[in-house]
C-alpha cells in the first residue's frame, strides 16, 4: 500500500490519519537516506560461485562521497545506512541459497 493509498483509503472510511501507519514515500526521507541509496546501488558486489553474495565492495566509497557532495560530519550515519542496507541484502541473498540448497536436498 501506498501514501496515496492510505490517505485515500482513511478519506473513504472516514478513519482518523495515523502518521505512524502511513506508508513513506521516497520523498519523505532527508536527502542524506536518498544519497545512501544511490550510493549503495552504485557500489559493486563481491559475489563468488561457492558462496554467493558477500555484500558490496566499497573500494570507491571516497569517490561516491564526493560525488554526491557527502560532507565529512556526514559520512558516519552514512556508512552506517550503507551497512544497514549491506547486511539486509547478505541475509537475503543466505536464505535464497539455503532455499536452492534444501530444494536440491530434498530432490
Request: net charge negative.
Amino acid at each position: 500500500m501506498t501514501k496515496d493509498q492510505y490517505l485515500r483509503m482513511c478519506e473513504q472510511t472516514g478513519e482518523e490519519i495515523d502518521w505512524d501507519r502511513c506508508p513513506p514515500e521516497i520523498e519523505d526521507f532527508p536527502p542524506i537516506v536518498l544519497d545512501a541509496l544511490n550510493i549503495f546501488n552504485s557500489l559493486g558486489n563481491r559475489v563468488y560461485p561457492d558462496v554467493g553474495y558477500t555484500g558490496k565492495d566499497f573500494t570507491n566509497f571516497k569517490i561516491f562521497c564526493k560525488v554526491y557532495g557527502i560532507k565529512e560530519h556526514q559520512i558516519d550515519y552514512l556508512m552506517e545506512l550503507l551497512l544497514f542496507l549491506d547486511s539486509r541484502s547478505i541475509e537475503e541473498s543466505n536464505k535464497q541459497i539455503k532455499a536452492a540448497h534444501d530444494k536440491i536436498k530434498n530432490r
